[in-house]
């Protein structure tokens, strides 16, 4: 299904002290990856075996982008069937995901200390702690903020003044992916 869309990015920079104190809520977020079906099947989805304040504070700095795409008043007023919304999503949204997320990945390679914050994990299989007894590929595995216990609702309206509009039957006008980038200055 063809759908006309624009696209908006915008990155905002903290340091990692700030952006742990500002947004970590894990009791709240952990409420929410534990209705998602991933929970507890994917080494990067929640539980997670990592000290998560460790984790971030290792690092000084945090880029966080948000990718915002507007749909036409027809395109997001219009009744869809589950298959049609899942294929406007698929032809929009998780491209336009990609994008920025192949971006950050390589921009992460440009930095002796860094990591991108793009998960959840699909490099293997998607209940991949049902099959191994540990990540089979440590290396690329990358985590989502949500499995960091990171609040993305207060992330995009107090950095960026979005509101979060849930996907619920129908296309939002707009919607929001949040990527992240975790480094220290010392460039390759």
């Not at 952006?19 to 977020?29: A, G, I, W």
């Not at 952990?30 to 998560?52: A, E, H, M």
């Not at 540990?134 to 985590?143: A, D, M, N």
């Amino acid at each position: 299904m063809d759908i006309d869309y624009e696209v908006k990015r915008m990155t905002k920079t903290l340091e990692t002290s700030e952006f742990y104190e500002r947004f970590s809520n894990f009791d709240l977020v952990q409420g929410y990856c534990k209705q998602c079906p991933r929970y507890d099947t994917n080494y990067s989805c929640s539980p997670l075996d990592i000290n998560i304040r460790e984790y971030i504070l290792d690092y000084d700095f945090i880029d966080i982008t948000v990718t915002q795409l507007f749909f036409k008043i027809e395109d997001y007023e219009k009744d869809y069937t589950k298959e049609e919304l899942n294929e406007v999503l698929n032809s929009s949204y998780y491209q336009e995901r990609k994008k920025t997320v192949d971006e950050i990945v390589e921009r992460e390679k440009t930095f002796n200390h860094a990591e991108s914050i793009t998960g959840p994990c699909n490099h293997c299989v998607a209940d991949c702690k049902n099959k191994y007894d540990e990540c089979i590929h440590p290396e690329i595995r990358r985590f989502s903020l949500a499995s960091l216990g990171m609040d993305s609702k207060k992330i995009l309206k107090d950095l960026f003044d979005i509101e979060l509009l849930p996907i619920e039957g129908q296309l939002p006008k707009y919607l929001n992916n949040l990527s992240s980038l975790l480094y220290s200055l010392d460039e390759k």
